[in-house]
């Protein structure tokens, strides 16, 4: 991953909504398949689908990327539930609190501005034990080390269905 432009700026909408159509269509290239990449699939999909469907509108589309890429889900590598759920609460708590009114281009480009240079946020929350475990990457685990402190208390309980 190049670290120097994970984190580049779209310069308009046009451009993220071609990067959501590469990826829906799996001729995003692989290298270009990275955590900004992730981060802004996540933001644009709640931004402009029903939240539930959002949530699994990115679960599939990441495994349909995958399995159009030849990237299988190994203890290592490939689609992981437990993080995939994790990004997308975080993405959701940004939207909730981020200044209605902002353009999409502007929210989105401050999210992963901001989380691109947190990929491992989650081990603030997760042991690596617990996080690399086979189970995690399979189904939705809670934490370990502290709560989801940026999740509402009603949104918990929507993580692991």
């Given at each position: 991953?190049?670290?120097?432009t994970?984190?580049?700026a779209?310069?308009?909408e046009?451009?993220i909504r071609?990067?959501?159509?590469?990826?829906?269509?799996?001729?995003?290239p692989?290298p270009e398949?990275?955590?900004?990449a992730h981060?802004?699939?996540?933001?644009?999909y709640?931004?402009h689908?029903e939240?539930?469907q959002?949530?699994s509108a990115?679960?599939?589309g990441i495994?349909?990327f995958?399995?159009?890429?030849?990237?299988?889900?190994t203890r290592?590598?490939g689609?992981?539930?437990?993080?995939t759920?994790?990004w997308?609460?975080l993405a959701?708590?940004?939207l909730?609190?981020?200044?209605?009114?902002?353009?999409?281009?502007?929210?989105?480009?401050?999210?992963?501005?901001?989380?691109s240079q947190?990929k491992d946020?989650?081990?603030?929350?997760?042991?690596?034990?617990?996080?690399?475990?086979?189970?995690?990457?399979y189904y939705?685990?809670?934490p370990?080390?502290?709560p989801?402190?940026?999740?509402e208390?009603?949104a918990l309980?929507d993580?692991g269905?």
């Open positions: 991953m190049n670290e120097t994970d984190n580049r779209f310069q308009n046009a451009e071609e990067l959501v159509a590469a990826f829906e269509h799996t001729t995003l692989l398949w990275d955590h900004r981060l802004t699939v996540a933001l644009w709640l931004m689908i939240e539930c959002a949530s990115v679960i599939e495994q349909r995958n399995r159009a890429k030849g990237i299988r889900r290592n590598s689609y992981h539930e437990t993080l759920l994790f997308l609460a959701r708590s940004y909730s609190n981020s200044q209605a009114g902002r353009s999409n281009l502007d929210r989105i480009n401050e999210f992963v501005e901001i989380y947190r946020l989650f081990l603030d929350y997760y042991s690596r034990e617990r996080i690399f475990s086979w189970n995690a990457r939705w685990v809670e370990d080390l502290r989801l402190d940026f999740v208390e009603s309980a993580l269905s």
